[in-house]
């Protein structure tokens, strides 16, 4: 299946991904696939993967490559749009190469949307969606998870010359 263009949105939780990623594909016409939002309506359905997906993400863990992948593609394969624009995911190296390995692509482009940690908890801890994971202590886990796993990736689009940094600041009114 040729996919034409296929770029990543990649930051801590709470960083902005989501809010951007909708201004980019209202501009550029892409489709927006959240890797977050797929896997919390899996989670809320009946499937095979659904309260696996939950204790994982109550737990602040990373779900099973595989299972986001194939999430992940399912939704592509299902779209007529050919302009893929996939937000929250790869967050580890284990990732990124079944991410490849299943869709045989790479990304395009890699935004990486750096925020100060302060202002990531704040905006997750305000931000009232009601999601499992929004919580002090679920943040806390998160935020190290992020640290461990999702920077090496972003190390290596960098060297790659496919991630482009969008410095997001905290403004205290």
């Known amino acids: 299946m040729p996919f034409y263009f296929l770029g990543f949105a990649s930051g801590g939780p709470g960083s902005g991904k989501g809010t951007q990623c909708a201004k980019i594909v209202e501009t550029f016409g892409y489709k927006h696939l959240s890797a977050g939002d797929l896997l919390r ?4 359905s009946d499937s095979k993967y659904g309260s696996m997906i939950l204790n994982t993400i109550k737990e602040g863990k990373i779900v099973p490559s595989e299972v986001t992948v194939k999430l992940i593609l ?80 972003i190390d290596y689009y960098a060297k790659k010359g496919k991630l482009y940094r969008v410095t997001i600041f905290s403004f205290n009114a």
């Open 41 to 44: 309506r899996e989670m809320s």
């Open 74 to 153: 399912r939704e592509m394969k299902s779209s007529d749009n050919r302009k893929f624009l996939i937000d929250g995911f790869p967050r580890s190296e284990e990732n990124r190469i079944a991410f490849e390995q299943i869709i045989g692509a790479e990304p395009r482009f890699v935004l990486f949307f750096d925020c100060p940690e302060e202002e990531m908890v704040k905006r997750v801890l305000c931000r009232n969606e009601g999601r499992v994971d929004d919580n002090i202590d679920t943040m806390k886990n998160r935020l190290k998870v992020f640290e461990a796993l999702s920077l090496p990736v």
